[in-house]
Nanobody, 116 residues
Framework: QVQFEESGGDLVQPGGSLRLSCKASGSLFSMYNLGWYHQIPGKQRELVAGVSAGESRRKYAESVKGRFIVSRDDATMTLSLQMNDLKPEDTGAYFC?????????WGQGTQVSVSL
């Protein structure tokens, strides 16, 4: 079973950038399709970016296309999310999990706040 620890969230101004990291522990990391999920209070977590095992395929929510880049490093068991041109609507908690079905144990997430 894989467990996740997310980091890198911060308070940034609109138009700014952040890089989120998700460090995994456990086994079989490289075999999972993995994704970043976004959650705002009162709403369900939604996938914003996913990358397949082997990195042959990526999926992005329409709202982040052209701004976010998801990547993975199986050697270090790390999933990353480069967030550029951040907008206030990107505010929220970000989590990593398997994709398309979030079947693994959720980590604590990391908080991103985009505000002047």
């Amino acid at each position: 079973q894989v467990q996740f620890e997310e980091s890198g969230g911060d308070l940034v101004q609109p138009g700014g950038s952040l890089r989120l990291s998700c460090k995994a522990s456990g086994s079989l990391f490289s075999m999972y399709n993995l994704g970043w999920y976004h959650q705002i209070p009162g709403k369900q977590r939604e996938l914003v970016a996913g990358v397949s095992a082997g990195e042959s395929r990526r999926k992005y929510a329409e709202s982040v296309k052209g701004r976010f880049i998801v990547s993975r490093d199986d050697a270090t068991m790390t999933l990353s999310l480069q967030m550029n041109d951040l907008k206030p609507e990107d505010t929220g908690a970000y989590f990593c999990n398997s994709w398309p079905l979030a079947a693994l144990v959720w980590g604590q997430g990391t908080q991103v706040s985009v505000s002047l």
